[in-house]
């Protein structure tokens, strides 16, 4: 009997745990006598591209893989099958959709099923290519942890870990010079990174999107950290807070087929809020950018990681397409494409989380 091909891809921002899912789908494959494995580089790009960059996935390819950061498939959070960016004649750019050419070369180098790992951008070409007849299972992506029919994704705790450990650095700093520590985590619509880090790292004010802050009530924190001139405060922020009846900091992107503001510098105008509101103490502030996403995964991470592939290439087994697999404590479970995309997991400020945060003292600037 001719060998099954399933085709993996990883789509938008790398995250770690990426290798350990591919790992994952590979391993599990490689105990089935009628599936092979390849992978398409740079999630749909590779298809598209002449000539196409597919490449043979096979246990000795993705031998202790699980440890290694980023995606060996590469990325792109950019275009896309049916959005793909074209330059007309007068230099601007354009898109086409090219979903059915896509399709057509999926069945030309006879791809049975696809697997596509990615957050909710990817997971909606995944939906929109199943309603076209593609057999595909979606892995839940996104360093955000933004997805809400999943409990977690693989990469987020990875990050909180990181900015934990950028916080306890913080601390012997801030405290050393009496300063105000400002750090600037990911979080575009959810504050979930910024929110676990600032508890875990002992914060004193946490910034999020979903609550947009008052820069006085930030200022009433800062004076209650110190005795006249002794004390020091920490306060993380994430990338997409925003005060309160003001926007988010950030600029357009020139960058082709980038849909996103490119977002950064929250922290600077910060400091430079909270110094016109009147505070006196020296400021500093610190953004850790990709570093939140660079690197070795966490345990947890991989243990996730490795779950989510080994059920999605089960699921590509047992025929369960247009699904998208999610981690419902202590489950692994499928959700259909189109419920997955619906809505964002945000931060609820009613949440149990922001009220254990309140109950430590750490201030949201409401
Ligand atoms: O959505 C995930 C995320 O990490 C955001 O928090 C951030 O704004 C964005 O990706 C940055 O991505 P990149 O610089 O790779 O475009």
């Not at 001719?2 to 789908?25: E, F, Q, Y």
């Not at 400002?182 to 575009?188: Q, S, T």
């Not at 405060?233 to 082709?256: H, N, Q, Y």
């Amino acid at each position: 009997m001719a060998l099954k091909r399933v085709m993996v891809l990883t789509g938008g921002g790398d995250c770690p745990g990426l290798n350990a899912v591919i790992r994952g789908i590979v391993k599990r494959a490689s105990q089935t006598t009628d599936w092979e494995v390849v992978g398409c580089v740079e999630s749909f790009n590779g298809v598209l591209r002449e000539p196409t960059e597919i490449i043979e996935l096979d246990e000795k390819r993705v031998e202790g893989l699980q440890i290694q950061g980023g995606t060996i498939l590469g990325t792109t959070n950019k275009g896309g099958p049916f959005a793909w960016p074209v330059r007309q004649p007068d230099g601007s750019w354009t898109t086409v959709d090219r979903s059915d050419e896509m399709l057509r070369k999926l069945s030309y180098i006879g791809v049975d099923a696809v697997i596509n790992i990615g957050g909710d951008g990817s997971q909606r070409i995944s939906l929109g290519l199943y309603e076209k007849g593609l057999n595909i299972v979606g892995v839940p992506k996104t360093i955000d942890n933004d997805l809400s029919m999943t409990d977690y994704t693989f990469g987020f705790q990875t990050a909180v870990q990181i900015c934990t450990d950028a916080i306890d650095k913080l601390v012997t700093t801030a405290a050393s010079h009496n300063r105000v520590f400002i750090l600037e985590v990911m979080g575009r619509d959810a504050g979930w990174i910024a929110l676990h880090s600032a508890i875990a790292g002992g914060a004193d004010v946490c910034l999020i999107p979903e609550i947009p802050y008052d820069i006085d009530r930030v200022k009433e924190k800062i004076a209650q950290r110190y005795d006249k001139r002794r004390g020091y405060c920490i306060i993380v922020v994430a990338e997409g807070a925003k005060p309160r009846g003001g926007s988010v900091t950030g600029a357009v992107s020139d960058e082709v087929g980038y849909q996103h503001i490119k977002l950064g510098g929250v922290g600077e105008q910060l400091a430079a809020d909270l110094k016109a509101a009147g505070v006196e103490h020296d400021i500093r502030y610190t953004i850790l950018g990709h570093l939140q996403r660079g690197g070795t995964p966490i345990a947890f991470d991989r243990v996730l990681a490795s779950e989510f592939g080994v059920r999605a290439m089960e699921f590509v087994m047992d025929g369960r397409f247009g699904q998208m697999v999610a981690y419902h404590h202590p489950d692994i479970v499928g959700i259909p494409l189109a419920e997955a995309v619906r809505t964002q997991n945000l931060v609820s400020p009613d949440s149990r989380l922001v009220h254990t945060a309140k109950g430590l003292g750490i201030a949201f600037g409401d």
